[in-house]
């Protein structure tokens, strides 16, 4: 008598399922993930140019903030060295460092030429060209001719100072040793303000020294042909007591270096 066994259709849909035709994933997906890993090392090596992306000499964070607070350090250093340096100088006590800087500020502001001062000394004149009486002007001057120009305001100046003036005024302004009058058209400009003609300068100092200075001047003997030629004006006056203003513009200087030595 014969054995019992499955259904042969049983046997052969096992058979189907085991071997059958349907694609397996890994066939797929292990192909997938090689042309993947294959674009970023392309990428990668894109990046790099060929060289490391982590390198060991790379800087870290850590690094950095290191770094950054050694400089913080040394600056924190530099400021505590030059504090000493001001307290050892004026004393700890910063109303004492104030008041010191205060009273060699007012030491110094004579000789800067911030103090009003008054004393014996010249007034000079200069004028644009005046018409004669028939309203005319000589025929063969040029408009140049007949105005005051900067050179002419510069060599009075220039003879004032040399002449040893203690201190000199241009219209209602201090001459400082910054201070450059220019020439803007017939007009002349000082510190930012403008002025018109007549130009009025006046020195403290030896009324004699300035005007002999003003006679030797080679510029300034130009300038007296040019009023006998062309009718400019030109005068000059002794005054026993003239008053010359302090500069009151804001001192920018931008270096400077001490005439002698500086003791606080």
């Not at 046997?11 to 993930?33: C, E, I, K, N, Q």
């Not at 050892?88 to 008041?99: I, K, M, N």
């Not at 000789?111 to 009003?116: K, T």
Request: aromatic share 4%; glycine share 10%.
């Amino acid at each position: 008598m014969a054995k019992w066994s499955a259904p042969l259709f049983r046997t052969r849909g096992a058979a189907v399922r085991r071997g059958g035709s349907r694609p397996s994933r890994w066939r797929v997906g292990v192909p997938l993930v090689c042309v993947l890993a294959g674009l970023l090392l392309g990428a990668t090596h894109g990046v790099s140019r060929g060289g490391e992306i982590r390198r060991s000499d790379a800087p870290r964070l850590v690094d950095l903030v290191r770094r950054e607070q050694a400089d913080v350090d040394r600056l924190n250093a530099e400021r505590d060295r030059l504090a000493h340096t001001i307290d050892s100088t004026h004393g700890r006590s910063s109303d004492t460092a104030l008041a010191a800087m205060l009273r060699r500020s007012a030491e110094l502001a004579g000789d800067a030429g911030l103090d009003p001062v008054h004393g014996p000394g010249l007034t000079v004149t200069l004028t644009d060209a005046q018409r004669d009486a028939n309203g005319r002007f000589p025929r063969d001057a040029s408009p140049d001719d007949l105005v005051v120009h900067q050179q002419d305001i510069q060599a009075v100046l220039n003879a004032l100072w040399s002449a040893g003036a203690e201190a000199i005024q241009m219209q209602d302004q201090r001459i400082i040793a910054t201070s450059a009058p220019r020439c803007v058209g017939n007009t002349l400009l000082l510190n930012g303000r403008t002025y018109s003609p007549p130009y009025t300068i006046t020195a403290i100092g030896d009324a004699g020294a300035m005007q002999a200075a003003l006679a030797a001047a080679p510029l300034v003997t130009l300038y007296k042909q040019y009023v006998v030629r062309f009718g400019l004006g030109y005068t000059e006056q002794v005054t026993p007591d003239v008053r010359v203003a302090g500069y009151s513009e804001p001192v920018r200087m931008h270096s400077a270096q001490p005439a002698g030595p500086v003791s606080y």
